[in-house]
Nanobody, 117 residues
Framework: QVQLVESGGGEVQAGESLRLSCVLS????????TGWYRQAPGKQRELVAA???????NYGDSVKGRFTISRVNAKNTVYLQMNSLKPEDTAVYYC???????????WGQGTQVTVSS
């Protein structure tokens, strides 16, 4: 079992920045990769960014060059630095982890990000 707790969401103006944090606990050593997804009203959940244990990262096309994912193992924390935010970035952001040989999915409770124009 892996538990994920997000924080750092809020409401900002377009062009501003936010940093989301996700604290991992439980069977951390079994985690293969972590990431952030988002879901806007009426839309499907989509990948924002992901990072594998070896450090390889992957980003959704709409956030490339603006968002950066990182993981600090000593703090068991995954970060999402979001710069140059746009109104279309408004969504609930979920922390995600894949764990164990069966690649089980674990999700946080979500944190709201609202960007106003």
């Amino acid at each position: 079992q892996v538990q994920l707790v997000e924080s750092g969401g809020g409401e900002v103006q377009a062009g501003e920045s936010l940093r989301l944090s996700c604290v991992l606990s439980g069977s951390i050593l079994s985690i293969r990769g972590t990431g952030w997804y988002r879901q806007a009203p009426g839309k499907q959940r989509e990948l924002v960014a992901a990072i594998l244990n070896g450090g390889l990262t992957n980003y959704g096309d709409s956030v490339k060059g603006r968002f950066t994912i990182s993981r600090v193992n000593a703090k068991n924390t995954v970060y999402l630095q979001m710069n140059s935010l746009k109104p279309e970035d408004t969504a609930v952001y979920y922390c995600h982890a894949k764990s164990g040989p069966q690649n089980l999915d674990y999700w946080g409770q979500g944190t709201q990000v609202t960007v106003s124009s």
